[in-house]
């Protein structure tokens, strides 16, 4: 490390030390600042990101999306030399708060307890985006780096990304050398991996057809009820259908795809109505190289051999979408760069792992040609999308840390 290297991180971290609690009432603030979705609407939370900004003298903010209601926000910082872009990135909107009674506090009353931040979005992922705002403000402060250090804060990931990375993607508003996502990256700690894999995401239905007519004579009348035959396809789905998939064991997932049947089910009429009609969704997390023309065909071969077994049972596929998986290879620098920072940081080094879903890291990576850490942040992902979802606390100022210094380090002190 260069002399001109090591003042100036000593010179970020002092910056830090000192906005540390700060850091902190910030990701309490944006926690405080309801956006979930759906309904879907990150107007409040954006304004509040930039207000922030600005006040660590930060106004090269591009505001932008489909609908005035959905924006993303484009952060841009120049450095004073030559040098590569890297882009941080986080989502402004969170996951509905589900039942109420099932909180022990208000979701939007951002609680710390036990030395955890509680509250909706805390980790997932309002700490990481207090975290990234800070990590432009020690960069701004000090001043002295190459290249450009950008943020994108994104709307619509809890809901598929249409409105936010992927119309950014679309609309080629997006430019970088690498990206960091920091979605929560501990399943049993926190910052236990750094995710190079963003798995796929398969969304499906299997429609059941039967008999529909008066219940009262379905034992003198044969027919089919549609949801018992549902039902015992369920069943059989859920134990069979790894075997008829498609593709290549991937060493950072090693149990494979990741199946769940039966995440919605609906069927019947009412009372006194023999179920004619039944349908359920289904949930499949695919690994790097998993086509999703094989997919449709594996899934119907499994059908076609349940029907085959049950002539009285007509199952038909009904295809969602798929979002494909992604790959950062570990030899990209930045992957190095955040383990180092991380190992320095925590005390430890994080492993690289697979992150069991998905990102938007496709978006960045696929469609605008980013090559993308999936997942690196504070929280713990069995946390997320739960009741009285919270994260340490001091995972908030940690976040800040690893990011500034693996920015620092990417992107260099002119010479």
């Known amino acids: 490390m260069t002399l001109g290297m090591e003042s100036t991180e000593s010179s970020l971290l002092a910056y830090l030390a000192e906005h540390k609690d700060e850091i902190l009432e910030f990701a309490r603030e944006l926690v405080r600042t309801p956006s979930p979705n759906p309904p879907g609407d990150e107007r409040a939370v954006a304004d509040a990101v930039t207000a922030r900004l600005a006040e660590l003298g930060i106004t090269d903010v591009e505001r932008l999306g489909a609908k005035p209601d959905r924006p993303n926000l484009i952060v841009r910082l120049r450095g004073t030399g030559d040098g590569p872009t890297l882009m941080l990135?986080?989502?402004?909107?969170?996951?509905?708060?589900?039942?109420?009674?099932?909180?022990?506090?208000?979701?939007?009353?951002?609680?710390?307890?036990?030395?955890n931040l509680v509250g909706l979005g805390s980790g997932d992922m309002k700490a990481a985006v207090a975290a990234m705002v800070y990590a432009l403000g020690a960069m701004k402060a000090t001043g002295t780096f190459s290249g450009q250090l950008v943020a994108v804060f994104t709307a619509d990931e809890e809901a598929g990304?249409?409105?936010?990375?992927?119309?950014?993607?679309?609309?080629?508003?997006?430019?970088?050398?690498?990206?960091?996502?920091?979605?929560p990256s501990g399943i049993e700690r926190e910052w236990e991996s750094l995710h190079l894999v963003s798995r796929g995401a398969a969304l499906f239905k299997i429609k059941i057809?039967?008999?529909?007519?008066?219940?009262?004579?379905?034992d003198r009348?044969?027919?089919?009820?549609?949801?018992?035959?549902?039902?015992?396809?369920?069943?059989?789905?859920?134990?069979?259908?790894?075997?008829?998939?498609?593709?290549?064991?991937?060493?950072?997932?090693?149990?494979?795809?990741?199946?769940?049947?039966?995440?919605?089910?609906?069927?019947?009429?009412?009372?006194?109505?023999?179920?004619?009609?039944a349908e359920f969704a289904c949930d499949l997390r695919t690994l790097p190289g998993m086509d999703e023309q094989q997919l449709i065909d594996d899934i119907n071969r499994f059908l076609t051999a349940a029907m085959a077994e049950d002539p009285d049972l007509r199952a038909?596929?009904?295809?969602?979408?798929?979002?494909?998986?992604?790959?950062?290879?570990?030899?990209?620098?930045?992957?190095?760069?955040?383990q180092e920072a991380a190992g320095e940081v925590l005390g430890r080094t994080p492993r690289l792992d697979a992150f069991?879903?998905?990102?938007?890291?496709?978006h960045f990576q696929l469609t605008a040609g980013i090559p993308c850490v999936a997942a690196f942040g504070p929280g713990m992902l069995p946390r997320a999308h739960s009741p009285n979802e919270f994260m340490a606390a001091k995972s908030v100022s940690e976040a800040a840390d690893i990011y500034t210094l693996a920015s620092i380090r990417y992107l260099g002190v002119p010479e």
Request: hydrophobic share 40%; charged share 20%; proline share 9%.
């Open 161 to 183: 990304s249409a409105l936010g990375s992927k119309w950014l993607a679309d609309n080629g508003r997006l430019e970088a050398d690498v990206a960091v996502i920091g979605e």
């Open 356 to 362: 069991p879903g998905a990102t938007d890291a496709p």
């Open 209 to 218: 057809t039967g008999t529909q007519m008066h219940s009262s004579i379905s």
């Open 221 to 277: 009348i044969k027919g089919v009820n549609a949801t018992v035959k549902m039902a015992r396809l369920i069943d059989r789905m859920d134990r069979d259908l790894g075997a008829y998939l498609t593709y290549e064991p991937h060493p950072l997932s090693p149990t494979g795809p990741t199946i769940n049947v039966g995440v919605m089910a609906e069927a019947g009429v009412f009372y006194g109505v023999y179920p004619g009609n």
């Open 316 to 338: 038909e596929l009904v295809w969602e979408l798929m979002v494909p998986a992604t790959e950062i290879p570990a030899s990209e620098p930045i992957v190095g760069i955040l």
């Open 89 to 115: 990135s986080g989502h402004l909107d969170t996951k509905p708060a589900g039942d109420l009674e099932a909180w022990e506090t208000d979701p939007w009353d951002p609680v710390l307890r036990n030395g």
